[in-house]
């Protein structure tokens, strides 16, 4: 089973403030790294797909970096608003293994007003 | 929009109860997968499905069966359901020809609770 870790596993922050949070992955064989955000009471919902060393995508407020040669990547959200608390799930996809997914934890973010 | 619906947001079962969680999705999606979730040890792969009557054990199968007849639609079975299957049910679907490439889309997730 592949190790996929996330950090920290929650984090309470103001509104304003920003933060990020770290997935790490294995750094052997890699394919995609996937990052969602998962609401309470609602589906995951994709915010990213990043596949290239370097890779920085951004949207809105948040942006994530992705490095694959020490195997991490970093979400950011800059001026966190109370509609950004959820739960953010990164997961790892192997290079020959196209369907799986291998998730971490999650980091829940909680953004007090 | 990719619209993938399970049968039921929340399910009460009985100890030993066959249970099937259904999983519909509406893009003509290749692959699908269920995950069950668990406070602390995030999403966990059950099963997923490649093709129509295809399928392979995902990471913690056992207790659980799946069925594919169609490819729009993936069940999940407990034949004797136990309290350790308690959890949170979430099914998802992907496709090579999508925006981004076996992107899983997911559904809403079914709450079992066997008791």
Redesign the interface.
Known sequence: ILNVEQSPQSLHVQEGDSTNFTCSFPSSNFYALHWYRWETAKSPEALFVMTLNGDEKKKGRISATLNTKEGYSYLYIKGSQPEDSATYLCAFRRGGSNYKLTFGKGTLLTVNP | DVK?TQSSRYLVKRTGEKVFLECVQDMDHE?M?W?RQDP??????IY?S?DVKMKEK??IPEGYSVSREKKERFSLILESASTNQTSMY?CAS?S?NSV?S????????TRLTVT
């Open positions: 993938v692959n997968f995950y602390g040890l995030g999403l966990r792969l997923f490649y995902g990471d979430l992907s090579p981004y076996y992107e899983q889309y997911f559904g809403p997730g």
